[in-house]
């Protein structure tokens, strides 16, 4: 007889798709990197009409300014579903989800090897994944678009005479200035910005994290107490997003348009990441909200099985025959 065969490992294959995760979350950082802050891809730059009332808003000031400042946004929308999933899968391993009955032992083994553990460095890659690529989707149409912000005007300042604009006080007369040459005199990198309105980007940032972490309170929570903990958590992660939308439009930093925009590309790319790459949270493998530690159901036992239909019919027969003597 041979040598005996060793039994291949699943964990020998484990460094390698951390190695290929690795490298697809850095590929996915260089290219936001590049959208966001270099100028690899240039802005569309289109043409406008004198005096458009669309883009004729005050100048709110820069980002900074904001009630709502992209450094907040930022911090918000990534800590606030990465500890909502950290307290989701620590309440997991706690059997706090499971109605607080008694863990069975299959649970305890594998919390044991730290399950609930990789459970949430896998959902909290996906998530970074998802957060990276709408940044990805956001400035990617910012660029190509190129659609004028509502206080695009003021800061252009464009030279209204020299561009062949009717004078303010005349009838108006719509002249649309093409784009080329340097029609604007203000400073260029808050023109630049002011070019790069559709679709909103924080917007599209506040609905993807809102929308993950409330699929995941949805799809994964399975745990008893009031029916209502479920929607007003729900709602508590939709309600943000909507309120930084309504507000940049009050400071005319966007329109109802951009923010819109934002809100299907941030809440499209989170329902397909936890649609078919998560699996709406769910592991028939490892333990975790959902009950997929639960021990397998026994069979269901079969009926007896039936006599075919001609040997009853011939039975039949043969005591109709030969019926019983009393």
Request: charged content about 15%.
């Amino acid at each position: 007889m041979g040598p005996p065969r060793r039994e291949k490992r699943g964990g020998s294959i484990v460094p390698c798709v951390l190695l290929v995760e690795v490298g697809i979350l850095g590929g996915t950082a260089a290219l936001a990197y590049q959208l966001e802050f270099t100028d690899a891809f240039p802005v569309h730059v289109g043409g406008f009409f004198c005096r458009d009332p669309d883009y004729g808003r005050p100048y709110p000031g820069p980002p900074t300014l904001s009630r709502a400042p992209p450094a907040l946004v930022y911090a918000l929308v990534t800590a606030v579903p990465a500890l909502t999933m950290a307290v989701g899968e620590l309440l997991g391993r706690l059997g706090g989800s499971r109605g607080g009955r008694a863990p069975p032992p299959r649970w305890e083994r594998l919390c044991d090897q730290g399950t609930p553990i990789r459970r949430l460095l896998r959902f909290l890659g996906v998530f970074s994944f998802g957060l990276l690529t709408t940044t990805i989707f956001a400035n990617a149409g910012q660029v190509v678009l190129g659609t004028p912000a509502p206080h695009f005007l003021a800061v252009c300042r464009p030279n209204y005479s020299a561009l062949g604009c009717a004078p303010p006080s005349g009838p108006p007369q719509p002249h649309f200035v093409p784009p080329g040459g340097s029609p604007c005199s203000g400073d260029p990198p808050a023109v630049e910005a002011a070019r790069r309105a559709f679709p909103c980007k924080e917007a599209a940032l506040g609905a993807y994290a809102g929308a993950f972490a409330g699929l995941y309170v949805t799809l994964a929570w399975r745990g008893g107490g009031s029916r209502l903990a479920k929607p007003a958590a729900v709602l508590g992660f939709a309600a943000p997003p909507f309120l930084l939308g309504a507000l940049r439009v009050a400071e005319h930093r966007n329109s109802w348009g951009d923010v819109l925009g934002g809100f299907l590309c941030g809440t499209g790319i989170a329902a397909f990441l936890v649609t078919c790459v998560v699996g709406n949270f769910q592991n028939k493998e490892e333990s975790g909200w959902g009950g997929a530690g639960e021990p397998p159901r026994a069979p269901q036992e079969l009926p007896p099985p039936q006599p075919p239909l001609e040997e009853i019919s011939v039975t039949q027969v043969r005591r109709a025959e030969f019926p019983a003597v009393t």
